[in-house]
């Protein structure tokens, strides 16, 4: 199978007008991912990424973001359903899906948190780490720390 690019399986997404309902009905709550993620107990990463129909949601926390949202549980069942992904190589592979999964929702994170700015790729530090946790499971950390870089006003507008 030929993988899919980024662009090609989110512009396919079967659920696109779901998700964007959602994310009315956040933007109407007044809520950050973070505060909506504190409420439903999940992290926040993996929310916006769900927001962008990129996970599998369990039941029980489409129904507690229906809750927190004020909406109808039959607005997130969707989100219940297992979501289409791309493929290729196995470390490579899961490094495109790690961004492909998380990169819209990491853009909306930057986005909200840091405003109309972008991340630098020349200003940036990279590392990676295999560590073993508590329960002496091995453990990949990359790092990714880059300059937020908010867009220049220079000129008329828009420039």
């Known amino acids: 199978m030929t993988p899919m690019s980024n ?6 997404l079967q659920h696109a007008d779901d ?7 956040k933007k109407a709550a007044g809520l950050s991912y ?5 409420k439903i107990g999940v992290n926040k990463v993996w929310l916006a990424s769900a927001f962008e129909g990129q996970q599998f949601v369990p039941e029980e926390y489409a129904q507690k973001l229906a809750e927190a949202l004020g909406i ?3 607005k997130t069942a969707f989100l219940t359903e297992h979501p289409y992904k791309g493929n290729t190589d196995p470390i ?3 490094l495109h899906e790690v961004i492909d ?8 994170l930057i986005h909200e948190q840091g405003g109309n700015a972008i991340m ?3 200003d940036f ?7 073993v946790d508590d329960d002496g499971n091995h453990r990949v950390i990359i790092t990714f720390d880059g300059k937020l870089l908010p867009y220049a006003k220079k000129g008329q507008y828009p420039w």
């Open 7 to 12: 662009a090609d399986y989110l512009i396919r």
């Open 19 to 25: 998700l964007d309902a959602l994310k009315e009905a």
């Open 101 to 108: 999964t998380y990169g819209p929702a990491l853009k909306d």
């Open 34 to 38: 973070q505060e909506l993620a504190e």
């Open 125 to 131: 530090g990279l590392d990676c780490d295999v560590i």
């Open 92 to 94: 490579l592979y899961r």
């Open 72 to 74: 109808s549980v039959e």
């Open 120 to 122: 630098s790729a020349i």
